[in-house]
């Protein structure tokens, strides 16, 4: 548990920030003091990274099933540094516009072959995660597949594009507010 | 997935006809051929070119150079506003593209200067220094957000459903907070002021000589020596020394109040004061539902039993507690299984033979007419119960025995509260009978446990309305209402509504600690027993609580008018409340297996607040306009009914102002102009609520192909009424076969949603 040098931020740079993310001062704030306390001693903390782990092991993310999958997708080079942190906080804000928040959770649920779609076997893992569990009945997840793909698979190619579940999302009521993560503590 | 060939087409048709200013055009080929611009917009596209292709699809051919020149001026518009945060880049990236490389940058903002005057300067920095001093009062004001960690903490713990019934809690106590300002400022400051000689100012009294001095007959009680339990039961009750206290209505007795250099008119205020925190809590309401409104308006029963929905949007990512998150997910497993249920029942259905439908709809009207009767006799033993309790409140108290005594004061309390306690269980065991869906059987008994609260509120004013009015002989015909029984008749109202309020809160307390917290201590310690097994630990029902702190609210604004210290009480009750809940949900309940969607909940919370609040108008408005205010007490003595003394100041308005108002107030203005302020008011939220007609294309003949051609295949929207009419000018990028239209959707889409680059 080491600590970064202490380099409070400067307004600019806050301003800066405000700027090209969704985020409020005191979030900013907030998580540049989780992440000064998790990187390694004496870095200064724009140079700093912290690996997947550590970051999913934060708090917000600890018990997310999709964890493993959201650090993917935010990091760079399998590292995260303070910027993208900031980005991945940026679309989980409450203050974020939805097709941003779209964007990303397309790119999260997008699995297994990253290919860019979302293939039956995907959905059949997000279940799994969803339940906790591999050992789902395979007629609950066969009917369940089938019933997402009759809802909003527009083409009938057995995939969702991204056109296809923005279309979905845009009708889901739950979306923004189930997206969502408020607080970056420690 | 790069997708070359859609990035080259679209640079390609990029041509400057755009603007005419040279200085942005220049600036706009220049960048374009910068090999790092390229490169983002090479990987821009990738990302949200997705868009780009099915945008291809959808514009006319004949009109491609305006797509070019829309995206032209966009781009500008993006290099510098604040959309720059809706890329999906990382920060590095979108700093990048906002600023541009650094050299070329500097010489713009070179150029930019000379051509600034100093008035801009000025202007550009004032503006900086004022969003400066914005973010730092938006940082002091969250500060002070009233209960922000526990709510935080909840939220966390046990997910947005029940965060959402705290911050509703919390929405009530500021409202009260603030009603009860509004109230001070203008009635009670005035008059603590004189009373304590602050300032040098004296009560107006205004005999008046139009009324019969019967109906001024207002007998005190004695003053001797109380005993303390009469004492307690004042307390409880509101009456005897409470009774003038400035609890009550009947404590403001004076026609104005005298300063130096003005009068001020204390009946005006009270009345406009009323009118005022009526309107302001009825304003605020609606804000905050049409907030909660721009996140989504479809709310028929399909699209909360969307799979998409519940798949990709099932899980809460604020949780941030290990129990919480198997709870979580088991709450979901339940939730799949039993939607396949439901499935399978409405398959059932489908198939129902006529005999079956008609036996159905024969029962569902015999429970029906059921509800009702149960309904009618919970009314007719609150009406009983009032006509008692008031009855026997005039015999002598205190030679009654102390326990009879507050049985009689509180006997309607305690009658509303007792069918309020029944009643949803008799309806939650009817309407297994009815043989509804279970989404709707959910609604179908909250809405009529909504109806019961509220409509016993309703029975008990109208029960006392009755009383005052009703006169069997000549002798109160005078006054107007029955002065003999009541000759303060106000402060009976306000005695009623303070009642209710102290028993409510005597009630939650009792419950939560005489029933929630022996039941947890039985279950953790004695749970070898089946039965305490079976009845298992609290759940924290959120229709529940939320339908008892309505009714808590509605009371209060009937009240607040007869007694002008409720809403502080209210507030008290309230706060008290939160604690009280919270420790509660904490320590004894566990959430509830079956989830209540907090997307709805906000705008369920407010639409049952609004039907307190249009409830507690009726009986505030009758007694304002209909029923003559007692002459023995109140502001209102020299006046017919209350609504009076507005007419009345109007008139002594110079003429031509007087005019004006006559003239705004009749029904020929009246009339058009609310209709006109609910246009506008409409109009506020355009592109939400139109409807945006969208229609998705597919292009026939493309092959299913994974990979690097998918991104060609069709999906697109039209975005109007015209797109359906226009399909045959539309045709497939690439090829000449004509798009042929799959789905038609009707939705309401959120306005940011239609921003999107299609």
């Known amino acids: 548990m080491g600590q970064c040098v202490r380099h409070p931020m400067s307004w600019e740079e806050l301003e800066e920030y405000q700027a090209l993310t969704f985020l409020t001062r005191n979030e900013i704030l907030c998580i540049h003091d989780t992440f000064c306390k998790l990187c390694p001693r004496g870095k200064y903390y724009k140079e700093a990274t912290l690996t997947m782990d550590q970051i999913s092991s934060l708090p917000a993310l600890r018990v997310n099933p999709f964890r493993d999958r959201i650090c993917r997708v935010f990091s760079h080079d399998d590292v995260f540094s303070f910027e993208d942190v900031l980005g991945m906080a940026s679309v989980f804000s409450a203050q974020a516009c939805p097709s941003l928040k779209i964007e990303y959770a397309f790119r999260i649920y997008a699995d297994i072959n990253e290919n860019g779609f979302i293939d039956e076997d995907d959905l059949k893992c997000i279940i799994q995660r969803l339940l906790n569990t591999t050992n789902v009945g395979d007629e609950l997840l066969n009917n369940l597949t089938k019933h997402i793909l009759g809802e909003s698979d527009m083409d009938n190619d057995h995939m969702l594009s991204f056109s296809e579940f923005e279309h979905a999302m845009s009708k889901s009521p739950d979306f923004m507010n189930s997206f969502r993560i408020n607080c970056w503590d420690l | ?758």
Not at chain 2, 590 to 612: D, E, H, K, M, W
């Open chain 2, 1 to 758: 997935m790069s997708d070359t060939s859609s990035v080259s087409g679209w640079d390609s048709h990029r041509d400057d006809t755009s603007d005419s200013s040279v200085f942005t055009s220049m600036t706009m080929s220049f960048l374009q051929e910068l090999p790092s611009y390229r490169s983002l917009i090479r990987r821009r596209t990738t990302i949200l070119g997705r868009d780009k292709t099915g945008g291809t699809l959808l514009k006319p051919a004949s009109s491609e150079n305006r797509v070019s020149s829309e995206a032209g001026r966009s781009e500008k518009e993006h290099l510098g506003s604040q959309s720059i945060r809706k890329y999906a880049l990382n920060i590095s990236e979108k700093r990048r593209l906002r600023f541009g490389p650094q050299r070329f940058f500097r010489e713009i903002q070179e150029a930019q200067v000379k051509y600034l005057s100093e008035w801009d300067q000025w202007k550009q920095y004032s503006t900086k220094s004022w969003k400066r001093f914005i973010e730092e009062a938006k940082e002091l004001a969250s500060h002070l957000e009233l209960w922000k960690n526990d709510i935080r903490s909840i939220e966390g713990k046990f997910g947005t459903g029940i965060q959402s019934y705290f911050s509703f809690l919390r929405f009530l106590v500021i409202l009260n907070l603030v009603i009860f300002i509004i109230i001070f400022l203008f009635i009670l400051l005035p008059i603590i002021l004189t009373k304590y000689k602050i300032t040098d100012s004296t009560f107006l009294i205004v005999p008046s000589n139009e009324v019969d001095m019967r109906c001024k007959v207002y007998p005190m009680n004695s003053t001797g020596l109380i005993y303390f339990y009469t004492y307690m039961i004042d307390l409880l009750s509101g009456t005897g020394f409470l009774e003038w206290t400035s609890l009550f209505y009947g404590h403001y007795t004076v026609d104005g109040v005298k300063f130096k250099n003005f009068t001020y008119d204390l009946p005006l205020a009270y009345l406009l004061s009323t009118v005022a925190y009526l309107a302001l809590s009825l304003l605020w309401i609606v804000k905050r539902s049409v907030e909660g409104f721009k996140q989504n308006l479809v709310r028929s029963e399909e699209q909360y039993q969307s799979y998409c929905n519940k798949i990709f949007a099932g899980w809460d990512f604020c949780i941030t507690d290990e129990s919480t998150a198997k709870l979580k997910h088991s709450s979901i497993l339940y939730e799949l299984k039993t939607d396949l249920v439901e499935e399978r029942i409405r398959q059932k259905v489908a198939q129902r033979t006529p005999e079956e439908t008609l036996r159905i709809y024969s029962l569902r009207m015999l429970l029906n007419a059921i509800v009702i009767t149960v309904l009618a006799a919970c009314f007719y033993a609150i009406y009983e119960a009032t006509i008692f309790s008031q009855e026997h409140m005039k015999k002598e108290i205190n030679k009654m025995v102390f326990g009879e005594n507050l049985l009689i004061l509180y006997l309607p309390s305690i009658v509303i509260t007792l069918a309020n306690f029944i009643t949803p269980i008799i309806f939650s065991k009817i309407i297994r009978y009815e043989d509804y869906s279970p989404a709707f059987e959910i609604r179908l008994t909250l809405l009529r446990c909504v109806f019961m609260r509220l409509a016993t509120i309703c029975a008990l004013v109208f029960t006392l309305g009755s009383k005052i009015t009703f006169c069997d002989n000549e002798d109160c015909r005078v006054c107007g209402y029955n002065h003999k029984l009541y000759p303060c008749w106000e402060n009976q109202f306000g005695q009623e509504m303070y009642k209710l309020t102290i028993f409510d809160l005597i009630i939650n307390l009792a419950v939560t600690l005489f029933v929630e917290f022996p039941r947890k201590l039985l279950v953790t310690h004695c749970s070898s027993w089946k039965l305490i097994r079976y009845w298992g630990q609290q759940e924290f029902g959120i229709p529940d609580n939320v339908l008892g702190i309505v009714y808590a609210q509605t009371i209060c604004w009937i009240g607040s008018f007869f007694s002008p210290l409720l809403p502080a009480i209210a507030t008290v009750k309230f706060i008290i409340i939160f604690y009280v809940k919270e420790i509660s949900l904490m320590y004894t309940c566990r959430p509830s297996t079956r989830p209540f969607r907090a997307s709805n909940s906000n705008f369920f919370f407010l639409l049952v607040l609004l039907i307190g609040l249009t409830l507690a108008f009726i009986p505030l408005g009758i007694s304002m306009t209909h029923i003559p205010s007692s002459k023995a007490c109140g502001p209102f003595t020299n006046y017919n009914i209350s609504w009076d003394v507005v007419p009345k100041t109007v008139s002594t308005f110079p003429s031509a102002l007087q005019t004006l108002i006559h003239s705004i107030t009749s029904e020929a203005f009246a009339v058009p102009f609310f209709i006109v302020i609910w246009q506008l008011r409409l109009s506020d939220l355009p592109r939400v609520t139109q409807p945006s007609h969208h229609v998705l294309f597919h292009c026939p003949g493309w092959s299913t192909q994974t990979g690097s051609d998918s991104t060609q295949r069709a999906v697109g929207y039209g975005k109007s009424r015209q797109a359906l009419s226009h399909s045959e000018t539309y045709s497939c990028s690439g090829r000449d076969e004509k798009p042929t239209k799959l789905i038609l959707n009707t939705i309401l889409v959120p306005s940011k949603l239609t921003e999107l680059p299609y």
